[in-house]
């Protein structure tokens, strides 16, 4: 059973729209969360990090929040931009990374 | 930005031959990890390595597998025997601390086994 949950599996968005992302774990405790934007065919790269103490942490456009009692953290994602079209990846890592299978979002002109 | 180097980007194999996948880590870093990501599939963690020797590893690293720093700048995965299922995108990973919290990737080998 995959400890790691992302909703939604695909989205499509119009070019300057905000959108979010979840992130539902089962991975507990941790020492901490982070997003990953994957472009295809390339590795991922890191968007935020944040502990298991911390509620939110902003890069650039992009904001991620963590509930630690709900086990939830979403990806919100603001005025979107064609590059922003990826898969956007949720790890929770303790002692190893436990990898979500991603949301593909691909924001159209 | 300091970046992980991966050679090939792609490798077609037949199988049953040996494949070697090359990556050169940011060069003051000290752990190393392989993942793969078959099509449509999430990563998947392979192996950690630190200090020249294998720290943890996956169910998916089996006997077929081997890791190797042959020289202090490459960090090779070998895949003895390969096998249809083996195709995907296996990516090297570097990091100066064990806490991961400036883990880099590479750009992927897309090996296919034939």
């Known amino acids: ?109 | 930005e300091p970046e992980v180097t991966q050679t090939p980007s792609h490798q077609v194999t037949q199988m049953g031959q040996e494949v070697i996948l090359r990556c050169v880590p940011i060069s003051n870093h000290l752990y190393f990890y392989w993942y793969r990501q078959i099509l449509g599939q999430k990563v998947e963690f392979l192996v950690s390595f630190y200090n020249n020797e294998i720290s943890e590893k996956s169910e998916i690293f089996d006997d077929q597998f081997s890791v190797e720093r042959p020289d202090g700048s490459n960090f090779t995965l070998k895949i003895r025997s390969t096998k249809l299922e083996d195709s995907a995108m296996y990516f090297c990973a570097s990091d100066r601390s064990r806490t991961n919290e400036k883990l880099f990737f590479g750009s992927g080998t897309q090996l296919s086994v034939l």
């Open chain 1, 1 to 109: 059973k995959n400890q790691v949950e992302q909703s939604p599996q695909s989205l499509i968005i119009l070019e300057g729209k905000n959108c979010t992302l979840q992130c539902n774990y089962t991975v507990s405790p941790f020492s901490n969360l982070r997003w990953y934007k994957q472009d295809t065919g390339r590795g991922p790269v890191s968007l935020t990090i944040m502990t298991f103490s911390e509620n939110t942490k902003s890069n650039g456009r992009y904001t991620a929040t963590l509930d630690a009692d709900t086990k939830q953290s979403s990806l919100h994602i603001t005025a979107s931009q064609l590059s922003d079209s990826a898969s956007y990846i949720c790890v929770v890592s303790l002692n190893d990374m436990r990898f979500g299978a991603g949301t593909r979002l691909t924001v159209k002109p």
